[in-house]
Structure formats: structure tokens, C-alpha cells
């Protein structure tokens, strides 16, 4: 990836894992007060979505939500969550994020097509199949193009509380970002053993304040919290400039970003 610049952050070794490997993870990203200002926005979030009586856009963010028979509130995910909570928008351009996607996009440039929060909260059973990320970028689909050669795009994951081996950690198969796209949500489960071994998978163990980087093309998933605490995560994700031309919900989805020099 060429010599490091005076906005990285990643190690040639990090960028060699994200290319090789499908993720890495990079601790203390984060101080602990602003990891408590997001969970701040997170919890306003919370409390939005759970006087909603319908999913769909509110305040500018989408609400993926479902009210049971019981009445609870479970909460997928909020999309572009940032329109609803600033503070999180603001997060969503850190230097310290831009810097690491600008690393690994080789560009100084990038559309912000995902600014995301994720609860898990305990007894929710959300959960996540395996999949990749080019498939929800709509890789071999008019509107996008793999301009750089390399993906195109770069999620980040950060965590918002501790994530354990119980409260539904992201799992990676490794190696498998060099199978390149798969469309696995439209195959069958029973082909996945030709493409892939869920035993070799490898769970991202988080710290509060740490921030997970996947490529586009490994396999990841999760299963529900079964632990007695919230797995809050913040996902934000780019795309090198031209990729993609598709609208994203959620007021200012999209949004180009550059490196501040």
C-alpha cells in the first residue's frame, strides 16, 4: 500500500491482515468519554425507536424495527442513525475513521453509505446469517463498480460496550475476502461446506473503544446475546469515490468525505 502517510493509523501488518486475512481489529480507537457520548446518542436512539409503532423513516434515519404480540420493541438496526443523533453523525467523519478507510481505499476520498447502530439488546434474538458485505453493496449490480480493484469499501465496526463470546460477537471465516463475491443470501445453506468451514471462523473478541475493520468480501455473521448486557455497536462504512450509485435511506446517506490535510 505504499509508504505510510501523516493520517495513518494502521500498520503495514493491518493493512496486509485486511487484504489477507478479512479483518482486523484495532484496540483503543476510543477514549472512554467518547465512547460514552455515543452510548449517549445510542441510548436517545433507544428510547426514539421504542415509542415508534411502525418501522420506517423517522427524524431522517431509518428505523428497522418490529413490535411483537407482546408489545416489545425489537430493534435490527437504525440506518443512518446519525441524522436522528448528530453526535453519532459527527463520529461518523473522525479523522481517526476517515484515516483508516483512506488507508485501506487508497483514497483521501470516500461516500459514507453506512452510519449505523446496532443494539443487541438482551432477549432481542437479533441475529445476523452469513454473509458478505458486497452482497448489501449490490456487487455485480448496475450501480456499483469495483473501482479500485480491491472492494471498493471498508466497514468499521465500533464497539460501544464489551463484546464477549456471549453477547453475540462478529464472527469471521479468515482467508475467505480472497473467494470475492459469493452472493451466499441467494444460495442454499446446504452449499456453504464447498465455500467455506463455519468451525475455522474466528470470533472478534472486543473492548469497549476498540474498532473492527472488515473487507467487503469475508464472510462474517453473528448469533443473539445470550449474555445479560447490551452489545451496542456503531457501524460506519465507505466507499472509494464513483463506486457506488445508488441512494441509501436516511437524510444525507452518501455524503463525501475527504482527509482534512
Known amino acids: 500500500m505504499g509508504n505510510l502517510t501523516p493520517h495513518s493509523i494502521l500498520s503495514e501488518e493491518q493493512i496486509e491482515a485486511f487484504f489477507e486475512i478479512g479483518f482486523v481489529i484495532v484496540p483503543d480507537v476510543f477514549t472512554p468519554t467518547e465512547i460514552e457520548e455515543m452510548r449517549a446518542g445510542f441510548d436517545r436512539l433507544q428510547k426514539m425507536a421504542y415509542a415508534l409503532s411502525e418501522p420506517g423513516i423517522h427524524n431522517g434515519s431509518d428505523f ?4 411483537t404480540e407482546s408489545g416489545r420493541v ?5 440506518s443512518w442513525c446519525g441524522a436522528a443523533e448528530p453526535v453519532l453523525l459527527a463520529y461518523g467523519k473522525d479523522h481517526r475513521l476517515l484515516g483508516m478507510a483512506s488507508q485501506l481505499l487508497g483514497s483521501d476520498e470516500m461516500n459514507q453509505l453506512i452510519n449505523q447502530a446496532h443494539f443487541k439488546i438482551p432477549g432481542d434474538n437479533v441475529a445476523f446469517p452469513w454473509h458478505q458485505d458486497s452482497e448489501h453493496r449490490g456487487y455485480g449490480k448496475p450501480w ?9 469499501f471498508v466497514q ?3 464497539a460501544i460496550d ?3 463470546e456471549e453477547s453475540g460477537p462478529l ?3 479468515p482467508g475467505s475476502c480472497k473467494l470475492g463475491h459469493l452472493g451466499l443470501l441467494s444460495r442454499s ?4 461446506p464447498a465455500l467455506f468451514n463455519p468451525d475455522d471462523a474466528i470470533t472478534g473478541i472486543m473492548k469497549s473503544g476498540s474498532v473492527a475493520l472488515f473487507n467487503p468480501y469475508v464472510i462474517h455473521g453473528s448469533e443473539p446475546n445470550r449474555s445479560q448486557k447490551p452489545r451496542r455497536v456503531f457501524i460506519n462504512g465507505y466507499a472509494y469515490p464513483g463506486a457506488n450509485s445508488r441512494t441509501y435511506p436516511g437524510k444525507g446517506a452518501g455524503r463525501l468525505l475527504k482527509i482534512s490535510d
Do not use: C, L, P
Request: hydrophobic content about 40%; overall charge negative.
Open 144 to 152: 456499483w463498480k469495483d473501482v479500485n480493484g480491491r472492494g471498493s
Open 171 to 173: 464472527k469471521f471465516i
Open 162 to 164: 464489551d463484546v464477549t
Open 189 to 192: 445453506e446446504e452449499e456453504y
Open 64 to 67: 428497522a424495527i418490529e413490535r
Open 156 to 158: 468499521q465496526a465500533i
Open 74 to 78: 425489537i430493534i435490527h438496526r437504525i
